[in-house]
């Protein structure tokens, strides 16, 4: 067992070892999205290649799907843990209930996803989800930290998820029905960040950390940070090259109004 801080539970060497794998795993990819090799999915994917492709909204509920029902079968699985690890489970279950709801519901997709980007995706939420609800439970026979972090944790957890969904709600009304064309995203912080849904996704995972305080949940974070770094900075350059014709046009809109 490895000692650690005043804010984490200590952790085993299997947790510590699922940990770096998480961070370096990630955070590669996110290298890989700065380089211009993305996922293959939403803007950032190749229509023309000649790999399996499904539609978007089957795609993103085949990455949302198996990862919500690995933290409402724990509930099940781990009837008898404490207040921690339910509020852990319970947050899981519910981000990931939510972004199938989302992908019902709110979204408004123009193309597709190719299956091995899904395949990999998939099992890469899933796995997260086990053994961060597994790392809990493994914590609950030891000490709590000195520090406790849950109720921030509660507070950054609820704000991350209202701020996420907010921005999906603008991406999703810059589309009419039927229609699939890109626009510039406004209102929210849009004007601010490049992706503020990321930003506030960021502050949920942060937010499951401070109520979980487990090596893995604090890995987790920080490589969906270094991930969503690497995606942003892709969405950025694609808007560049994508909605560069858009923004003149827009600003030399305003400009007229100003004369
Ligand atoms: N935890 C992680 O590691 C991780 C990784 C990636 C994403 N996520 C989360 O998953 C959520 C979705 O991410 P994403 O990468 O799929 O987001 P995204 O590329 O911004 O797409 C979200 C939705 O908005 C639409 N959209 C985006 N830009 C648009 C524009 N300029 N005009 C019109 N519609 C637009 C997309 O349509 P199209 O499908 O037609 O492009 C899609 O329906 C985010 O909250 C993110 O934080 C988490």
Aim: with cysteine; hydrophobic share 45%.
């Amino acid at each position: 067992m490895m000692e650690t801080l005043d804010f984490l539970y200590p952790s085993s060497s299997f947790i510590t070892t699922m940990s770096m794998i998480n961070i370096l795993g990630l955070s590669f990819f996110g290298f890989l999205e700065m380089m211009g090799i993305n996922l293959q999915y939403s803007k950032l994917w190749n229509p023309n290649s000649k790999r399996i492709k499904v539609s978007s909204r089957t795609g993103m509920l085949l990455l949302y799907t198996p990862a919500f029902l690995v933290g409402f079968a724990s509930f099940w699985i781990f009837p008898e843990k404490g207040f921690r690890p339910l509020l852990v489970t319970t947050a899981l279950t519910i981000h990931f209930f939510k972004r199938v709801l989302e992908v019902l519901f709110v979204h408004k997709y123009s193309g597709g996803m190719v299956l091995d980007s899904i395949i990999l995706i998939s099992s890469g939420y899933s796995t997260t989800t086990a053994t961060m609800i597994h790392a809990q439970h493994i914590a609950q026979g030891f000490m709590e930290p000195a520090i406790d972090l849950k109720c921030p944790g509660i507070l950054l957890f609820s704000v991350g998820i209202c701020g996420n969904f907010y921005h999906h709600y603008l991406l999703s009304k810059l589309r009419g029905k039927g229609e699939k064309g890109y626009k510039i995203p406004k209102g929210g912080l849009f004007h601010q960040v490049i992706c503020p849904h990321y930003l506030f996704e960021i502050l949920e995972f942060v937010g499951v950390f401070f109520i979980s305080q487990t090596l893995y949940s604090l890995s987790f974070t920080i490589s969906t940070t270094l991930y969503l770094i690497g995606r942003s900075y892709a969405t950025r350059k694609w808007n560049v090259k994508k909605l560069y014709d858009l923004m003149m046009l827009a600003s030399l809109g305003s400009w007229m109004t100003q004369l």
